[in-house]
């Protein structure tokens, strides 16, 4: 877990919530069964694992290619079908996509360390009206990314088994409630909703 410290930088900062995301979205892997990490729980199949692999995936674009640093590994094949970079396939194991994601962890990692924010880089699949672009700019796209994804993780982690929290050591619910409070809560908001549509 990431301790709270005195940042003194801009970029420190933005390194701070970056890594936070990450730590986040492995400690929310954790505990879960191979068969709960992969299984779809939306109707567009939304899946921990799934989403792991994708941040990976487009983190190894955005501080690799963008800024002429590809990382030193074969990427798994993706891109055949639709939303194969949003689930992992068959072959692939639990550990294959926790070292993709720990790879292009301490690739971008490596990229912001040796790069100013305001390097230019280009992202050829914006297109030529959205470049060139800076580091600060990828930098906070890709944090964006992240606690996005990482919210789709708090959700179905919690449909999963009810485990919620926003990173280990700090669950960010509200103190002294009990599991029976949530019953009696859920019931509230129903009568509220079901209210609003009489």
């Known amino acids: 877990m990431l ?3 005195k940042i003194t930088s801009a970029k420190g900062a933005l390194v701070r919530y970056f890594n936070v995301g990450h730590q986040a979205m492995l400690w929310k892997l954790e505990g879960l069964s191979d068969y709960d990490a992969r299984r779809p729980l939306t109707p567009t199949g939304t899946n921990v694992l799934g989403l792991l692999k994708h941040v990976a995936l487009v983190e190894l674009g955005y501080f690799g290619e963008v800024f002429g640093r590809p990382a030193a590994i074969e990427l798994p094949p993706y891109g055949e079908e639709a939303n ?30 040796a790069l100013e924010l305001k390097t230019e880089g280009h992202v050829p699949w914006w297109g030529d009206e959205g470049n060139p672009v800076t580091l600060v700019q990828i ?8 606690h996005r994804h ?29 599991d029976d409070y949530w019953e009696t809560y859920c019931e509230k908001l129903q009568a509220i909703a079901e209210a609003a549509v009489s």
């Open 3 to 5: 301790k709270r410290m």
């Open 84 to 113: 194969d970079d949003m689930y992992a396939s068959a072959d692939e194991t639990r550990d294959d996509i926790v070292a993709l994601f720990n790879t292009a962890w301490t690739h971008a990692q490596a990229t912001i360390e």
């Open 139 to 146: 930098l906070v796209h890709m944090t964006t990314e992240i």
């Open 150 to 178: 990482l919210g789709q993780i708090d959700i179905v982690r919690e449909m999963i088994d009810g485990s919620v929290g926003m990173r280990d050591g700090s669950e960010n619910m509200p103190d002294g409630v009990e």
